[in-house]
């Protein structure tokens, strides 16, 4: 599911993905990869969360087509659904960062601080030597996670990461 590649690299994986559900079309980890091409590649939020859904009813327990779909329902606002579907994750993976991303955005947008704030600071935890404009973005939100959970010790120090990490914001 890395679709970092080229146009042609990426188009020929698809056609890959799309011969193996043919082939066999209780393929969930095939359907899965498919939810991924559309959601990060095309951009197809509707056809990502359809290959999603198939996978998960196929029996598919690849995280990333958990997240995936976690993922698509952030973007629709459905954001009790994403926490029960993000939480058996980061409990079996507690690895996966963009799992606790995921989380934690959910967890905010709830007004959940206190567990936004746990959410994100293990996210940004997973991203160690982080200095891009996402962990920024992270840094950010946890800041006002700590800040609207009344702990402004916290968020002060939140914050303060952020001037080091990138002085321009």
């Given at each position: 599911g890395n679709w970092n590649r080229g146009k042609r690299d990426k188009e020929s994986t698809l056609l890959l993905w799309l011969q193996a559900v043919k082939a066999e079309e209780a393929n969930a980890d095939a359907f899965a990869h498919i939810g991924l091409y559309y959601q990060q590649v095309e951009g197809d939020m509707e056809?990502?969360?359809?290959?999603?859904?198939?996978?998960?009813?196929?029996?598919?327990?690849?995280?990333?087509?958990?997240?995936?779909?976690?993922?698509?329902?952030?973007?629709?606002?459905?954001?009790?659904?994403?926490?029960?579907?993000?939480?058996?994750?980061?409990?079996?993976?507690?690895?996966?960062?963009?799992a606790w991303q995921c989380m934690g955005l959910a967890l905010f947008s709830l007004a959940s601080y206190n567990r936004a704030a746990h959410a994100l600071q293990t996210c940004l935890k997973g991203q160690r030597g982080g200095s891009g404009r996402e962990y920024v973005r992270l840094l950010l939100l946890l800041g006002h996670a700590y800040q609207r959970d009344g702990k402004l010790q916290a968020a002060l120090k939140a914050f303060s990461r952020v001037a080091q990490v990138s002085p321009d914001c």
């Open positions: 056809r990502a969360e359809r290959c999603f859904r198939k996978a998960l009813t196929l029996g598919c327990r690849l995280p990333e087509a958990i997240v995936g779909l976690a993922e698509v329902e952030l973007a629709k606002g459905q954001f009790v659904q994403a926490v029960r579907l993000l939480e058996p994750v980061v409990e079996d993976r507690p690895e996966l960062t963009a």
